[in-house]
């Protein structure tokens, strides 16, 4: 599953706040988006990061795995800089 497609299988709220994070958006915007406490949104965001990686790592019905080829990590390290991220600005 590539991250469109799992960015959608995600509830609204997770997806939001994904997509907030990935174009740059601070804490207390997000916070504004969605109307939730600034001090929400990196547990918010820790939650929707986990999820999501469980739905890349997921097997597709070919038998792949949504992990992008030809990175250690799959590309999820990004991620892993957007959750330490959102730590820091809260």
Known sequence: M???AALD?????HATVLRLH????DAAG?????GIEVEAVAPLLR????????LLAAPDPS???G?????PDGGLRSHQRCLDHARNAT
Request: a negative charge.
């Open 2 to 4: 590539d991250l469109a």
């Open 9 to 13: 299988e995600l509830p609204e709220v």
């Open 22 to 25: 990935r174009a740059g958006t």
């Open 30 to 34: 997000i916070a504004r988006e969605l």
């Open 47 to 54: 939650v929707a990061e986990a999820k999501l990686a469980s």
């Open 63 to 65: 038998g792949e795995t």
């Open 67 to 71: 992990l992008r080829e030809g990175t």
